[in-house]
């Protein structure tokens, strides 16, 4: 490994250790907007926001910090137009299995969350394999939102929660938050302390509602691909600025 190398793995001096979110997501836009501004067709930008990712995962393992999620494709991106769709259902497909030896190498435990049960047959195989080989590994848990939307997921969890109080197995009063938490898609693990969404736009666009409850929200103008070691530092910087009161007065 080169020094240069070495010193990129380390966390910047100037973040605090112990102040680092746990779990960040990420809302990638403006791939096809980077690809555009370069006179390049959508797609070379989706293949590009692919190496921003797998660069970002790296750098949360390296700097410490313990789950990412990414939102690939939601809900409503099936209104794109079908040559799109089908690219990037194959794009998704093609990454894992080329990645999955690498994430096996780097101890990555990935995950998928959404309405899974409406991807390609070919890509739910992929999924399932990818997650099945990686469920024991120890390292970052990264997961990735596919087919998601948040309003869907609060549904599917009020569903499942409606019918076993229909079948006697639960008493209203006992629906809590925890309780309510672990029938989401993401029960294992912890609410994102931080949004980072790129390109501009200061929407929420229907992902991790519940979850984010008390995220903070970084919202840079740069596009997705372009979206580097530097730029993260920035948005950790700026996490680290912030004061989380949770709703309280400060001590
Ligand atoms: C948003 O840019 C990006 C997407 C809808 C796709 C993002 C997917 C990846 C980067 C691949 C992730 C892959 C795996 C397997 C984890 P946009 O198309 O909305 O850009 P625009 O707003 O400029 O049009």
């Keep these: 490994m080169t020094s240069m190398q070495t010193i ?9 250790q112990d102040r680092l979110p746990k779990h960040v997501a990420v809302i990638m836009d403006g791939n096809g907007r980077w690809a555009k501004s370069r006179g390049l067709p959508r797609i070379v930008g989706h ?16 700097w410490g910090i313990k789950a990412l999620t990414a939102y690939a ?17 194959a794009l998704f497909e093609r990454v894992l299995m080329r990645e999955l030896r690498e994430m096996m190498a780097e101890n990555v435990r990935i995950q998928f969350v959404g309405n899974l049960v409406a991807l390609p047959q070919s890509l739910q195989s992929q999924i399932q394999r990818s997650m099945n080989q990686t469920k024991e590994n120890k390292g970052i848990q990264f997961t990735v939102a596919t087919n998601y939307g948040g309003r869907q997921e609060i549904l599917q969890a009020t569903r499942a929660i409606a019918t076993q109080v229909q079948q006697g197995q639960l ?10 938490s672990r029938h ?22 229907n992902f991790l509602l519940w979850q984010m409850a008390y995220a903070e929200l970084y919202i840079t103008d740069t596009y997705w691909p372009d979206f580097d070691r530097t730029q993260f530092h920035q948005a950790l910087s700026s996490y680290q600025q912030r004061d989380r009161r949770f709703g309280k007065v400060k001590k």
């Design 8 to 16: 990129l793995k380390k966390l910047p001096s100037d973040l605090d």
């Design 47 to 62: 293949r590009q926001g692919v190496e921003a990712l797998k660069n970002l995962l790296r750098c949360c393992d390296d």
């Design 73 to 89: 494709f939601s809900t409503e991106n099936w209104g794109r137009p079908l040559e799109e769709v089908e690219f990037l259902m």
């Design 171 to 180: 008493q209203p009063e006992e629906i809590d938050e925890a309780l309510f």
């Design 184 to 205: 989401l898609y993401t029960a294992n693990v912890c609410d994102p302390d931080l949004l980072i969404r790129t390109s501009g736009e200061m929407r929420l666009s």
